[in-house]
């Protein structure tokens, strides 16, 4: 094994075969960088910080937070878990009402997923071309569940949709499409009507 090689299971692949078959970091980062432990903590230290900013702020803001929609959750309340029904009254802190019960819908629990999904697919070091099936059924869920009008959300899909069929992969398609996930990223976390409707 080289030193520009990435184990991979139990497969060894080569930094070349890497960038010709992957796209987002590999392009714009040095293979020191990319092949280096120090990368891979960050990458996996900054996903695991945007999934705790969405919990905190966007799925769980209106119980209070994350940690309070985990004690609600476990918290026994009329012999059940304090999950699904309707909410029964709230307390009214910072301009978010409070939910009492942890209230899961379907719309949110789909947010929950598909948002976490995409952090992942943002944070990965690099996208081979399959990934694209693991979110792409999401993209429009999370860009129409935005609150910016829906003709500045479809170039944004179908630049992302652009970029997934170019191959191989270019250092302009890898930008557009990183760029496109910020803008997605930004969406769903400053614009997003999610926790309203849910």
């Known amino acids: 094994m080289g030193t520009g090689d990435c184990v991979w299971g139990s497969m060894v692949l080569t930094y070349s075969y890497l960038l010709v078959l992957t796209r987002t970091c590999i392009r714009f980062v040095s293979e020191d960088v ?3 432990k120090q990368f891979a903590v ?3 230290l ?3 910080r945007l999934l ?3 919990a905190d702020r966007k799925w769980f803001l209106e119980e209070g937070g994350a940690w309070n929609a985990v004690r609600m959750f476990f918290k ?3 012999g059940e878990m304090g999950v699904g029904g309707a909410v029964a009254g ?3 802190a910072g301009g978010v009402k409070r939910r009492r019960r942890l209230e899961l819908t379907n719309e ?3 947010s929950m997923v598909f948002a976490s999904n ?3 697919i943002l944070c990965a070091r690099s996208l081979h071309y399959q990934f694209y099936s693991w979110y792409f059924h999401s993209i429009p869920f999370i860009l129409m569940g935005s609150r910016v009008p829906i003709w500045c959300t479809l170039p944004v899909l179908a630049m992302i949709e652009w970029c997934w069929n170019v191959f191989p992969s270019t250092v302009q398609s890898s930008g557009v499409l990183l760029g496109c996930h910020l803008a997605m990223l930004y969406l769903a976390y400053v614009h997003s009507g999610w926790p309203q409707s849910c």
């Open 34 to 36: 990319f092949l280096s």
């Open 42 to 44: 960050f990458m996996m």
């Open 46 to 48: 900054l996903h695991l």
């Open 52 to 54: 705790w900013a969405f």
């Open 76 to 78: 026994k309340q009329g």
């Open 90 to 92: 709230g307390a009214v």
């Open 108 to 110: 949110r629990i789909a």
């Open 118 to 120: 995409f952090l992942g």
